[in-house]
T-cell receptor
């Protein structure tokens, strides 16, 4: 357990509203990742970060932005939520020289 | 680009029996790692087993073992003496340090252990 928390754990929001999900880790891991999980697709990478203020796009980044101002926090923002962004969102961390990724508990987001 | 394929969306096994979950992958990398993650109904992602591509010996963790066929790009998971607690979604994943430690996941296999 890499001490990863996600907030909120559940959220229902309306189409067009902004949403920010937070990932917080206590292990000082350099790498952080945001995934979304959808039936039939497994986990797909949205954005990732290799350090403070060092972020890049993943496979499904359209409609999402991220920020990392501190090692321990990685924020995922949906600027204007759409129903297609209804999903379960996972944060994960990793470290150089360590091949495993450690996952948070997930956030279930519903956009109505 | 890396791809991971799990061709069995659902499987079931009798308690105490053995089951094998299949995974194939495609990559041009030589240095990489393969993983099996378990996701029970709690939704938490739990690492089951890992395999380093440069190691010929198949990884084993208690009741879990893999059959790693590098030339065939195949990485199957065998669960022996299946237990009710093994009921979960299982994801195969690929990672290469040469591609920024990014993980690529398969679509998952839902395993049900029947009492």
């Amino acid at each position: 357990d890499a001490g990863i928390t996600q907030s909120p754990r559940h959220k229902v929001t309306e189409t067009g509203t902004p949403v920010t999900l937070r990932c917080h880790q206590t292990e000082n891991h350099r790498y952080m990742y945001w995934y979304r999980q959808d039936p039939g697709h497994g986990l797909r990478l949205i954005h990732y970060s290799y350090g403070v203020k060092d972020t890049d796009k993943g496979e499904v980044s359209d409609g999402y932005s991220v920020s990392r101002s501190k090692t321990e926090d990685f924020l995922l923002t949906l600027e204007s939520a759409t129903s297609s962004q209804t999903s379960v969102y996972f944060c994960a961390t990793g470290a150089p020289g360590r091949d495993e990724q450690y996952f948070g508990p997930g956030t279930r987001l519903t956009v109505t | 680009a890396q791809t991971v394929t799990q061709s069995q969306p659902e499987m079931s096994v009798q308690e105490a029996e053995t089951v094998t979950l299949s995974c194939t992958y495609d990559t041009s990398e030589n240095n990489y790692y393969l993983f099996w993650y378990k996701q029970p109904p709690s939704r938490q992602m739990i690492l089951v087993i890992r395999q380093e591509a440069y190691k010929q010996q198949n990884a084993t963790e208690n009741r879990f073992s893999v059959n790693f066929q590098k030339a065939a790009k195949s990485f199957s998971l065998k669960i022996s003496d299946s237990q009710l607690g093994d009921t979960a979604m299982y994801f195969c994943a690929f990672m290469s340090p040469n591609t920024g430690n990014q993980f690529y996941f398969g679509t998952g296999t839902s395993l049900t252990v029947i009492p």
